[in-house]
């Protein structure tokens, strides 16, 4: 049975997720990273990309994501034609590998950036990493190179981070320094740790 111990880990572009999955991997904590199932899904069907929005968008093999987000993100029907496409292939493979993580019966994260968008997975609890949107705007431009405009029309093409954080079974705040990160991690593992003996 897959999501029986599944824990949604969320956020927005740019609150620091990967981060935020690396630290809580190094506390033991398993993660299933649906970006990364999403890339290699891509490079994959890299011959219907080429095929749907033109071989511009692909080089040896691979989709260069870059270019082809400038499209996805400025035309919704690009982006939802691509959805349809890529989103049942991402599911069906999350599904089968969260199915192998529940044999272990101990909680474990699904990093998925559209958790609360998409609302494709029955899973019961949610993490958020939160900052507020003016870092999360900052950071973002300074990670990406983007403009304020460019960038905001990607964040905002997901939904608010203050709802997500209202939504969220947990927070995780990374509005700090790396070592506030840390310290929010390392509580985080022991809320996990402690419901799950409670639960066990």
């Not at 935020?20 to 991997?25: F, I, M, N, Q, W």
């Not at 968008?57 to 400025?74: A, H, M, P, Q, T």
């Not at 034609?81 to 049942?88: A, D, I, N, S, T």
């Not at 990406?144 to 203050?162: H, K, P, V, W, Y």
Request: glycine content about 6%.
């Amino acid at each position: 049975m897959a999501f029986e111990y599944a824990v949604a880990l969320t956020g927005g572009i740019a609150t620091g997720k990967s981060t935020v999955a690396s630290l809580l991997a190094l506390h033991g904590l398993r993660v299933i990273d649906a970006d990364a199932i999403a890339h290699r899904l891509l490079d994959e069907n890299s011959g219907w990309v080429a095929e749907t929005f033109g071989e511009a968008y692909v080089n040896n093999g691979k989709v260069l994501r870059g270019e082809l987000g400038k499209v996805i993100f400025s035309d919704p029907e690009a982006k939802a034609k691509l959805e349809r496409f890529l989103h049942p292939k991402i599911r069906a493979a999350i599904e089968a590998e969260s199915a192998r993580q529940d044999r272990f019966k101990f909680p474990y994260l699904i990093d998925i950036p559209l958790y609360f968008e998409t609302q494709a997975y029955p899973i019961k609890d949610s993490v958020v990493v939160y900052t507020p949107k003016t870092v999360q705007l900052q950071r973002f431009m300074k990670r990406n190179g983007f403009d304020e405009e460019e960038a905001l029309r990607r964040i905002e093409s997901q939904m608010d981070i203050e709802e997500k954080k209202k939504r969220a079974t947990w927070v995780i705040d990374n509005s700090g320094n790396l070592k506030h990160l840390q310290d929010e991690c390392e509580a985080f593992v022991e809320k996990i740790k402690a419901r799950y003996k409670k639960d066990a």
